[in-house]
């Protein structure tokens, strides 16, 4: 197998245990299912290539709004890496109202549930992602942080490419490994 004659080379390789891909349609879709999201907006953003089009505070986003907010690069702060960031704060959005929504009624975790596994594919057995929804419904939210790697831009054959600074994103990812906490 690859995995032996990666060892028998000495080459150490850390592989993905668990994976899950969807499209835009799906995270609309997905958040369409769950009845929108509770977002805050962190500044004016109104962008016509993702079709955003927000004021600052706290709303209620619908799925074609969810995948604006989080697509929109062109009138946020950094780029690409202030569209990292709103993506970030989507994730955290959907815990912090999925955690709302299992205090007040527990069966919503199948609607969450079937909402992602309707939309996207994976490779996560389903008691193990049960698992993982009972988890995340007790993470506090204090211990949840919205990280993105630094980084720069720059061009490769006349595109614009993200380059990361690569040794801190090491740093990041070895206080991560450590105990999964930054």
Excluded: C
């Excluded at 499209?23 to 953003?45: A, K």
């Amino acid at each position: 197998s690859a995995e032996l004659i990666n060892r028998a080379n000495g080459i150490r390789r850390q592989w993905i245990d668990y994976w899950a891909v969807t499209s835009f349609w799906g995270i609309t879709r997905m958040f369409e299912t769950i009845g929108g999201l509770q977002v805050r907006v962190p500044f004016r953003m109104k962008d016509r290539f993702s079709e955003s089009n927000f004021h600052p505070g706290f709303q209620r986003l619908r799925g074609p709004q969810v995948l604006a907010f989080a697509r929109d690069r062109h009138s946020v702060p950094g780029g690409d890496f202030g569209r990292q960031e709103n993506g970030g704060r989507v994730i955290v959005a959907a815990l912090v109202q999925f955690k709302k929504e299992f205090r007040k009624n527990p069966s919503r975790l199948l609607t969450w549930i079937a909402a992602g596994v309707r939309n996207s594919e994976s490779n996560l057995p389903v008691d193990e992602l049960v698992d993982l929804a009972f988890t995340a419904s007790r993470i506090p939210f204090a211990n949840v942080q919205n990280v993105v790697l630094p980084g720069g831009t720059g061009n490769v054959g006349g595109l614009s490419v993200v380059q990361l600074s690569m040794g801190t994103a090491r740093t990041i990812f070895a206080d991560a490994k450590a105990d999964g906490a930054l």
